[in-house]
């Protein structure tokens, strides 16, 4: 079993370009046909990614059940289950700005919260400061993309959402520090593929036959879900979830970025300005002291 060592300020940026791996998930959805459902392209890029990684990890032959904790893996498998058709239900329901905010930007909170009451680590007031300014820059952002629609049942589909995705973090966060990252994911995209599998014979799925259907469900399943959530899970083993959850906030920004130079969408002079309270409040995180934003030094299993 070999180990290594990632030193230095290295692991924030890996979760950071997970997170902007992520934010390319828009831009391929726009691109998708018009045929394809937003919940079975979340069905379908869980089973890409899982199959992609697998597929990797087999050829390494580095797939090892040995001490494997099964509880803990089918918890994870079903926090990434539950966050797809949440959110994408949440953006349905209540539109995209407020779906989008509510569910990753409660996210953090969520994530702190969770480490605070269970792991009994209250985050430093850096990461309150960091997160904070993330978050309102979020809201910024998306308050003039489009008319405002609150709907309490989509309100609490976009919360659910968030949840699932700090749990994901902090369950999978226990199974990277004892188990190579790439198996972890591997496994736990698999099993999530798997229970979204319905989705497949519910929704209509002869877009994925086409050059643009199977060109987006190859670009999200294996940079915006495999490459992504694998740089995210070797990141998660030397930061604590609290601040990679803080970091996933650069998604929305690379969203938007996109939108604008690849898709031609127009941002108003308030929408900038929620750019830069995003990227402030990343970087103000990004620059904190290392021990603020790990516990301690551990060891990745590869």
């Not at 209540?94 to 009451?117: D, H, Q, R």
């Not at 990461?127 to 904070?132: A, D, I, K, N, R």
């Not at 979204?196 to 199977?214: A, C």
């Not at 990141?235 to 959850?245: D, F, I, K, N, Q």
């Amino acid at each position: 079993m070999e180990v290594c060592k990632i030193k230095g300020k290295w692991p924030p940026f890996l979760v950071l370009l997970a997170a902007v791996f992520w934010g390319t998930t828009g831009t391929a959805q726009a691109l998708a046909p018009d045929t394809a459902h937003p919940i079975a392209i979340g069905a379908t890029r869980l089973a890409v990614g899982g199959l992609f990684l697998l597929s990797i990890v087999i050829a390494r032959g580095k797939l090892n059940f040995q001490n494997w904790p099964i509880k803990t893996t089918f918890m994870a498998s079903l926090c990434m289950a539950f966050y797809q058709p949440l959110f994408f239900s949440a953006v349905s329901i209540t539109g995209v700005a407020i779906g989008t905010v509510v569910a990753i930007g409660s996210a953090p909170i969520f994530s702190g919260l969770t480490e605070w009451i269970y792991l009994k680590t209250r985050p430093p007031k850096v990461w309150w400061f960091s997160t904070g300014l993330a978050i309102l820059g979020c809201l910024i952002l998306f308050s003039n993309q489009e008319s405002i629609v609150i709907d309490p049942f989509g309100i609490v589909l976009a919360l659910g959402a968030g949840l699932s995705f700090a749990s994901y973090t902090l369950v999978s966060r226990s199974l990277v520090e004892e188990h190579s990252s790439l198996s972890v994911v591997a496994v736990v995209f698999i099993l999530s593929a798997i229970c979204l599998s319905p989705f497949l014979f519910i929704f209509d799925m002869s877009w994925i036959m086409s050059v643009r259907g199977l060109s987006v469900s190859l670009q999200l399943g294996i940079m915006a879900t495999g490459i992504a959530y694998y740089l995210f899970s070797k990141g998660l083993v030397y930061v604590t979830s609290s601040t990679a959850v803080t970091l996933t906030l650069a998604e929305p920004l690379t969203a938007a970025l996109l939108g604008v130079f690849l898709l031609g969408e127009h941002l108003t002079i308030t929408s900038w300005f929620g750019i830069f309270l995003l990227m402030l409040g990343i970087g103000v995180l990004l620059r904190a002291p290392k021990s603020i934003r790990s516990e301690g030094e551990y060891q990745m299993v590869e």
